[in-house]
């Protein structure tokens, strides 16, 4: 089964750049569409960027597109998130997900809040301020 565990959160002043990285296990050979959503509390979980474990496009949110850039090295098992020119609004709790379902795409993940099956990090706090 599918393990993911993330890090790199952190407290970082405006204006400022965070890279998060999300390690991945037990995939084996399988293909997946991989993310990062982020969730404040009492808002609903959001999602921010994902892109297709083979390395193919990418899909960015409105509200981080050309700030953050999804990134997977294959031979670390790991998807990364680099953030820059952070903004307050960017703080929350950050989460790496996995999605096996075989008609899912990176834009479709992010848009369509359909989180049946997904496989989901514990999660790494990013603070702006």
């Known amino acids: 089964h599918v393990q993911l565990v993330e890090s790199g959160g952190g407290s970082v002043q405006a204006g400022g750049s965070l890279r998060l990285s999300c390690e991945a296990s037990g995939h084996q050979h399988n293909s997946y569409t991989m993310g990062w959503f982020r969730q404040v509390p009492g808002q609903e979980r959001e999602g921010v960027a994902a892109?297709?474990?083979?390395?193919?496009?990418?899909y960015y949110s409105d509200s981080v597109r050309g700030r953050f850039t999804i990134a997977l090295d294959k031979h670390k098992n790991t998807l990364y998130l680099i953030m820059n020119k952070l903004k307050p609004e960017d703080s929350a709790m950050y989460y790496c997900v996995a999605d096996p379902r075989m008609e899912s795409t990176p834009g479709w993940l992010v848009e369509n809040r359909d989180y049946d099956r997904l496989y989901w990090g514990q999660g790494t706090q990013v603070t702006v301020s």
């Open positions: 892109v297709y474990t083979n390395g193919d496009n990418a």
